[in-house]
């Protein structure tokens, strides 16, 4: 089975921080991962899709990059609305397996 | 306007069964396959499997077949998930959720319902 490694587990930063999160994948996904917003209590929010498209009407600050094994996820200037739980998935493999989140908390 | 809607808040006792709708609207579910991914609490998600409503062609993780059951009416736009022998373990939050339209079950999760939550308790 696929294995999506994110890092860090959490990440504690402040508003107008530059942010950066790491998915790795045990094996290669080419483009095909997407990147995942849930703040509490509410259902996860598409952000990035093929590794780097910005899903309409998602801020620009949000930004995605990488190919094959290693995608990031980057936060321009963090926003109050920003701190929440980010999730990487791929849509390479039957298992549509998701990372196990990286939360960013108020430094 | 694409909108998933969920049946609301279950309470079940180990040993019983459940079916959880998501009924959407009608441009979320021309074309396009809906999955469903589980949320145990505090943790991370988990696909549990998807349907093609139009001919409920069906998918399912390995972690989860056999023990879900995935539906679809496509006369009423609405998917279920059907959860049998309920377990203290099945306890959590049920989402569904739109794979963006194409001609694959494999693809990104566009829209997302609000959360069946599910407690399993004697």
């Known amino acids: 089975d696929i294995q999506l490694t994110q890092s860090p587990s959490t990440l504690s930063a402040s508003v107008g921080d530059r942010v950066t999160i790491t998915c790795r994948a045990s094996?290669?996904?080419?483009?095909?991962l997407a990147w995942y917003q849930q703040r509490p209590g509410k259902a996860p929010k598409l952000l990035i899709y093929?590794?780097?498209r910005l899903e309409s009407g998602v801020p620009s600050r949000f930004s995605g990059s990488g190919s094959g094994t290693e995608f990031t996820l980057t936060i321009s200037s963090l926003q109050p609305d920003d701190f929440a739980i980010y999730y990487c998935q791929e849509y390479n493999t039957l298992s549509q397996t998701f990372g196990q989140g990286t939360k960013v908390e108020i430094k | 306007e694409v909108q998933l809607v969920q049946s609301g808040a279950e309470v079940k006792k180990p040993g019983e069964s459940l079916k959880i709708s998501c009924e959407g609207s009608r441009d979320a579910f021309n074309t396009a396959w809906i999955g469903w991914v589980r949320q145990m609490s505090g943790k991370g998600l988990a696909w549990m499997g998807s349907?093609?409503?139009?001919?409920?062609?069906?998918r399912y993780s390995m972690s989860f077949e056999g023990q879900v059951t995935i539906s679809a009416d496509a006369s009423s736009n609405t998917v279920y998930l059907h959860l049998n022998n309920l377990k203290a373990s099945d306890a959590a939050i049920y989402y569904c959720?739109?794979?963006?339209?194409?001609?694959?079950?494999?693809?990104?999760?566009?829209?997302w319902g609000q959360g069946t939550l599910v407690t399993v308790s004697s």
């Open positions: 094996q290669s996904l080419s483009r095909w």
């Open positions: 093929d590794a780097s």
């Open positions: 349907i093609y409503p139009g001919d409920s062609d069906t």
């Open positions: 959720a739109r794979l963006a339209p194409g001609s694959s079950s494999l693809h990104y999760f566009d829209y």
